[in-house]
């Protein structure tokens, strides 16, 4: 499943900055081109004109005040794009950019029907939260349930990044999920790894054996071992390890659906809202 055509969504902050990085790396090796993405969201305007900031600011909450934040709101969201083409200019990409106005979720989902994968910051467990958190919310987990493509959610610097490790769980949108990564490790030139998850040491081998399925699954040839097994809890696991080892978390939207089998549908949720590391999700 190539990547020929990226989303990425920018704000302005040092997040989607690392976000564009991403695309710009994956544009790069991909032969991909890029759609830059930023949205001005009219509730922002609210914001600015609340009590508790407008009297700072010396602003009266009025139709003509919200008209003016919001037409500011719009040069900000220009002189993104801009720095934006600049830089993809410079790195003789194809790209094109976008400013939309409306709830930021719906917009970016709206763009995405057109795209391959979508690529938005997060600001990761452990960041300052900042004012426009109160608004925007956990976009990136809205957007990683409701997308109808895959999603990378960026966190560490792309430099950072030595590995694609996949979630592993014999389910179909694990299977999903390592082909995927496969796909995007040759062509990026990353190393391949998959992880699989068991409550305890009683359980290995059920997990060997979905490893012997799985790598006939595997279409290229690694020079080094794919699969290996970790014992705990899932989304702490897979996470501890992805931030060890610098790796890009793979995962599928959803696993086995019954409560004792479902290691990945339960989790995705979980590593979103605290990963620490980049993550791609299957869909």
Do not use: C
């Not at 830089?87 to 989902?109: C, N, V």
């Amino acid at each position: 499943m190539p990547f020929k055509k990226l989303l990425v969504a920018l704000d302005g902050s040092e997040y989607s900055q690392i976000a564009a990085n991403y695309a710009f790396w994956l544009a790069n090796r991909l032969n991909a081109s890029i759609d830059a993405q930023h949205v001005v969201d009219p509730r922002l305007a609210d914001f600015f004109i609340a009590p508790e900031f407008a009297q700072e600011l010396g602003l009266a909450a009025s139709i003509e005040t919200s008209d003016k934040v919001i037409s500011g709101l719009r040069r900000v969201g220009e002189l993104i794009l801009e720095l934006f083409s600049r830089e993809a200019a410079d790195r003789k990409l194809q790209f094109k950019t976008f400013l939309d106005e409306g709830y930021i979720t719906q917009e970016l989902l709206k763009r995405s029907a057109n795209a391959d994968l979508v690529i938005m910051g997060h600001r990761g467990k452990g960041h300052r939260k900042i004012p426009s958190d109160l608004l925007i919310g956990a976009v990136a987990e809205r957007i990683a349930v409701s997308s109808k493509v895959p999603v990378l959610i960026a966190v560490q610097p792309i430099e950072m990044i030595g590995q694609a490790l996949v979630a592993y769980d014999g389910s179909e949108p694990s299977r999903g999920a390592l082909f995927m990564a496969e796909n995007l490790a040759k062509n990026a030139g990353l190393r391949l790894r998959a992880m699989i998850v068991v409550p305890s040491a009683e359980h290995r081998a059920e997990a060997e054996l979905l490893i012997e399925q799985a790598k006939s699954y595997l279409r290229e040839e690694w020079p080094e071992e794919v699969f290996m097994v970790a014992e705990g809890p899932p989304a702490p696991t897979l996470m501890e390890y992805a931030a060890s080892s610098n790796s890009l978390l793979v995962l599928g939207a959803y696993g086995f659906r019954t409560p004792e089998g479902n290691v990945i549908g339960s989790t995705t949720t979980h590593v979103v809202r605290m990963t620490q590391s980049s993550i791609l999700i299957y869909r």
